[in-house]
């Protein structure tokens, strides 16, 4: 059974980041404490990036905070995103909340018990019987990961809602002095996004027909330390090894190969690759990994420059900047994320009706 993408929806929280306000408070905290904060202040710059969002105004960092603050924060901001994210999506749709049989809900910066879905459930206005399927853990391959699932969930007749939020901003630390952070603090931001999926094919006029193929993944052995979260009593410390970009270039190239032959695709088969970019290097290391002309990936470097990397989502803006743009034909959506894992997902992009 074909899964069809009926609507998509993206969110950002109110508090504006400028890149050079972010760059000033960086060196008033990592200055003289980091030896090397001179040298690495100099990404800032050279990150392509010239704003963020955050769920928090930048004097909440003023201030140290632990486990209940970030946590507290994260609940509140997380659903704030998650409502209007999934509101987006529903309205680009055409559906109501209760058209939606299963939530997918996906989120990687922070924990909700009861997860997000039912903490807004009153908000949303669900179905008392809608599925529940929260996801945790998958980082920046959550946006590609979640629409696979929701794919799959899609085959067998549901409508499916995948909302993805993520608030990378309340783990900026500046408690461990580590490297990892002064970079999550020139990358990151927060944001969200929602899709609307479901096995019959969108009508009417204007509509654009977008078919999702079956969702598929590549994990690499002994990765663990490239990319993911320290758990201690002040909160979540990123790990963001720089080896990123090398091990893209090395690679990533093959498990893209392997994701394209699993949809009985080939290179040639792909208008445009969709991407997620985690960074500048990345985006570069992924355009030179799938020999594309330099620059290709614009609409990657276009969200990196207004909203940062706000993981898992991330990918679903450039995906809806592709849409917005006209673009047609058969793409590859992909994303890196800790495991060390590769997420890929086809979908292929028809005419307006």
Not at 33 to 42: E, I, S, V
Not at 80 to 107: E, H, N, R
Not at 174 to 195: E, S
Request: glycine share 14%.
């Amino acid at each position: 059974m074909p899964v069809h993408l009926h609507g998509l929806g993206t969110a950002l929280p109110p508090h504006v980041l400028d890149q050079s306000e972010v760059a000033a408070r960086a060196a008033d905290i990592f200055g003289g404490a980091y030896p090397q904060f001179d040298r690495l202040a100099r990404s800032f710059k050279t990150s392509g990036i010239e704003q963020r969002h955050s769920v928090v105004s930048i004097e909440w960092f003023e201030a140290p905070h632990g486990w209940g603050d970030r946590s507290a924060a994260y609940l509140e901001g997380a659903r704030m995103l998650f409502v209007q994210a999934a509101s987006a999506a529903l309205s680009d749709a055409g559906w109501s909340a209760k058209d939606v049989d299963c939530v997918i809900t996906v989120s990687t910066t922070g924990i909700a018990t009861p997860s997000l879905e039912a903490q807004v459930f009153g908000e949303m206005g669900f179905r008392g019987d809608v599925m529940r399927v929260p996801v945790f853990g998958l980082g920046c391959a959550g946006g590609v990961s979640g629409l696979g699932t929701a794919e799959a969930l899609a085959r067998s007749g549901m409508r499916v809602l995948p909302v993805v939020v993520e608030t990378c901003s309340l783990a900026f630390r500046a408690d461990r002095m580590q490297k990892a952070d002064i970079i999550a603090a020139v990358l990151f931001g927060d944001g969200a996004a929602a899709a609307c999926l479901g096995p019959e094919a969108p009508v009417g006029p204007g509509r654009t027909c977008i078919t999702l193929g079956a969702g598929h993944q590549k994990i690499w052995p002994d990765t663990l330390e490239i990319m993911g979260w320290d758990v201690d009593d002040a909160g979540l410390g990123v790990v963001f090894d720089r080896s990123i970009p090398g091990f893209v270039a090395g690679h990533f190239a093959g498990a893209t190969a392997g994701a394209l032959n699993a949809a009985g695709l080939t290179p040639g088969n792909i208008d445009r690759y969709v991407c997620h970019p985690g960074g500048a290097k990345v985006v570069t290391a992924i355009e030179e990994a799938l020999n594309l002309t330099a620059g290709t990936l614009d609409a990657e470097r276009d969200v990196l420059r207004r909203c940062g990397n706000m993981s898992a989502p991330t990918v679903l803006f450039v995906l809806q900047s592709v849409l917005a743009s006209g673009a047609t034909g058969q793409m590859m959506a992909c994303a890196l994320g800790p495991g060390f894992t590769a997420s890929f997902l086809p979908l292929h992009i028809g005419g307006i009706g």
